[in-house]
Every structure is written in structure tokens, then in C-alpha cells.
Nanobody, 124 residues
Framework: QVQLVESGGGLVQAGGSLRLSCVASGRIFTIRTMGWYRQAPGKQRELVAAITSGGGTNYADSVKGRFTISRDNAKNTVYLQMNSLKPEDTAVYYC??????????????????WGQGTQVTVSS
């Protein structure tokens, strides 16, 4: 019904930058909060950054000042600009969105959706 597709991961040296993108598609009526989570091997998934439909943002302390989340509501897309990357940023990054989608032409349902994940590896 709704799909989230991430792109932009890869291998980068410490101090480098990457930009992640996530596009939502499907029978979308509106998208509320969009966010990025990450999960490193052996660790729990954690919130990296989130942004509301109005542009309010929230960041994990570990990425404040280095990462910037933004979104283009017209394109149903959320971005994560990651600068000054550190080896401890290595993880699979997942996009998340709270989406109200059409069930029929006049009814809706709201659910949280996840992307498939994109690997970010930062070498020292």
C-alpha cells in the first residue's frame, strides 16, 4: 500500500559526508512525522533524527551538529545530510514514516512504515 525506498548509503572515510534519501510512494493521503533510525551490529535500533510535517526536528545527542534532517513534502521525500562522519556512525540506516493512506476513496488508515535499510560504513 505504501513503500519507502532509501538510497545514498555507502562507504566513506572518517570525516566524510553522505546524504541519504527516502521516497514514500503509494496511496498516500498525508505523511506526518518522518525519521531516520539506525541499527549497528549487536545493538538495538535507535532514533537518529525525525522531522514533523511542519518542519520541527529532533536529533539524537550523538549526531547533533553533524547531521541535518530535511524533507520535501511535495515529493514525499526525507533526507539526512551526514557530515563529519565517525566510525561509530556505521550502521544500517532505516527510514520511517507515519503515513495516512487511502483504504478506499473515502476512508483512510494511519500506520508506521519502514524502508528496507541502507548500509553506511565509516572507515577510520
Amino acid at each position: 500500500q505504501v513503500q519507502l525506498v532509501e538510497s545514498g548509503g555507502g562507504l566513506v572515510q572518517a570525516g566524510g559526508s553522505l546524504r541519504l534519501s527516502c521516497v514514500a510512494s503509494g496511496r498516500i493521503f498525508t505523511i506526518r512525522t518522518m525519521g531516520w533510525y539506525r541499527q549497528a551490529p549487536g545493538k538495538q535500533r535507535e532514533l537518529v533524527a525525525a522531522i514533523t510535517s511542519g518542519g520541527g526536528t529532533n536529533y539524537a545527542d550523538s549526531v547533533k551538529g553533524r547531521f541535518t534532517i530535511s524533507r520535501d513534502n511535495a515529493k514525499n521525500t526525507v533526507y539526512l545530510q551526514m557530515n563529519s562522519l565517525k566510525p561509530e556512525d556505521t550502521a544500517v540506516y532505516y527510514c520511517n514514516a507515519d503515513v495516512t493512506a487511502y483504504r478506499t476513496s473515502s476512508t483512510y488508515t494511519t500506520d508506521a512504515y519502514w524502508g528496507q535499510g541502507t548500509q553506511v560504513t565509516v572507515s577510520s
